[in-house]
Each structure stands twice: as C-alpha cells, then as structure tokens.
C-alpha cells in the first residue's frame, strides 16, 4: 500500500527590519549564504568539528536534537523540557499571541484538522514550559 501525502509549500515572505530576528527567509539566506550549497539537501548531517558532512545525507531528527539541545545548554538553559515539538509549540504560540492568528487560520497553517473534536491544537498553545497564569485582576487592565 503506498501512501500519498499531499504537502502544501510554504511560501517565506521577509519580515520587517523589528522581526529580522526570527524571520526565516533572512535565516534561510543567511544559511545559503555560510554554507555554500547549491544542490542537494538543505539541511545535512552535521560532522565532527560542527562542519557539513561532504556526503548529500539529510539530518536527522535525533543529530537536530542534540544540536538544540548544546544550544540550550551554551544559554545556560536546562534542555529536559525541550524536544522538536518545541518548534511547533513555539510557533503556534508566537503565531496567536504576537500575530493575533485565529485558531483556524494557525490549524491551517500547521495541517491540523479544523475541527476541533480532538484539540490537537490547544497541546500546541498550552505547554507545561509557559509561564503561571497571570493574576485575575490583571485581565483587564489596560496599562500591561
């Protein structure tokens, strides 16, 4: 049986000079830039000495998670809590707080089913990492 997955590109747009911070098409020129490929995989494994292996292999999921997790560790942060699903956490968080997203337009977005029967997407607003609730008499206020 062969499965056919349908996935939709994403389309990278340059965010203003504010966010060039987190603005993956200024990242991805960037990459381009430093690492010199012109052909093959975007992101290869990683060598010894933190250079590009020379064979076209792609990284793994486990290699990328070894890499984020020394650089969480080089900011003095304790990697326990973080995974690769941090990246989807971290983005769907981003997109409905700092962008305003509605949930349907972020489920889109990240190929989640727009039903809402299961909440997959609520496991991506809510992590255990986010900070304690903020107090009651706070909602409201117009001066945070």
């Given at each position: 049986m062969r499965c056919i997955?349908?996935?939709?590109?994403?389309?990278?747009?340059?965010?203003?000079?504010?966010?060039?911070?987190?603005?993956?098409?200024?990242?991805?020129?960037?990459w381009l830039r430093e690492s010199t490929l012109t052909t093959g995989y975007?992101?290869?494994?990683?060598?010894?000495?933190?250079?590009?292996?020379?064979?076209?292999?792609?990284?793994?999921?486990?290699?990328?998670l070894e890499l984020f997790w020394n650089n969480l560790l080089d900011t003095n942060i304790d990697p326990a809590p973080y995974g690769t699903h941090s990246?989807?956490?971290?983005?769907?968080?981003?997109?409905?707080?700092?962008?305003?997203?509605?949930?349907?337009?972020?489920?889109?977005?990240?190929?989640?089913s727009t039903e809402f029967t299961n909440m997959t997407i609520v496991k991506y607003l809510i992590s255990s990492n986010d900070d304690p609730m903020e107090p009651r008499e706070h909602f409201f206020n117009p001066n945070q």
């Open positions: 997955i349908d996935i939709k590109p994403f389309y990278l747009w340059v965010l203003p000079s504010d966010e060039a911070h987190i603005c993956p098409a200024q990242a991805l020129a960037a975007l992101f290869r494994k990683v060598a010894s000495g933190d250079h590009i292996a020379e064979a076209n292999s792609p990284i793994s999921s486990e290699q990328f990246f989807c956490r971290g983005g769907c968080q981003y997109l409905h707080v700092e962008r305003h997203w509605h949930l349907r337009r972020i489920c889109e977005w990240g190929g989640w």
